[in-house]
């Protein structure tokens, strides 16, 4: 076989020799440019603007939720104020995670549990304040900072060095 040559079978596999490919002449002729609007058939009715107005926008088709994690929930417990959204099947273990968490005496929360506003009870809404123990009225009152201090002991055990 001659270089250059080339043999039937090794054309185009996939070539019909039946059906020889198109050549530029043998192609329809095609137009340049945009494509324009062809006019409407005169049977249609005609369209109708719609009246200028506000618009509503459209409803989303889904509506991801993010799961509830009753880690992450944990992770927020420290915080003066947490709200959370707690799923019915989670919320004994959250509470019993915040009443672990105030066994340490350092945060002391008061602790509100509602139903989320929905017409079955499957979610609740938890609202956790930070107290503080008033001694002297024998009390619980809301939290109060006192001020930012870098000693594990509170500000007042930095004014006595």
């Not at 618009?55 to 003066?80: C, M, V």
């Not at 066994?103 to 602790?111: D, E, P």
């Not at 009225?137 to 006192?146: A, L, Y």
Request: charged residues 30%.
């Amino acid at each position: 076989m001659k270089r250059g040559v080339r043999r039937q079978s090794d054309q185009d596999p996939c070539a019909d020799p039946k059906n020889p490919p198109r050549t530029s002449e043998s192609a329809p002729a095609r137009k340049s440019g945009p494509p324009s609007r062809e006019a409407a058939p005169a049977d249609s009715p005609p369209r109708t603007p719609r009246p200028p107005g506000p618009r509503t926008p459209p409803a989303p088709l889904l509506k991801l939720e993010k799961p509830f994690d009753i880690d992450e929930f944990s992770h927020l417990l420290g915080e003066n104020r947490i709200r959370a959204t707690v799923p019915r099947e989670a919320l004994a273990e959250v509470l019993r995670r915040v009443v672990e968490f105030m066994g340490f005496g350092v945060y002391v929360y008061a602790v509100v549990v509602l139903p989320a506003p929905s017409a079955t009870l499957d979610k609740f809404i938890v609202e956790l304040d930070r107290i503080d123990f008033d001694a002297q009225k024998s009390v619980w009152v809301p939290f109060r900072e006192k001020g930012v201090s870098s000693s594990p002991f509170g500000p007042a055990s930095e004014s006595g060095r």
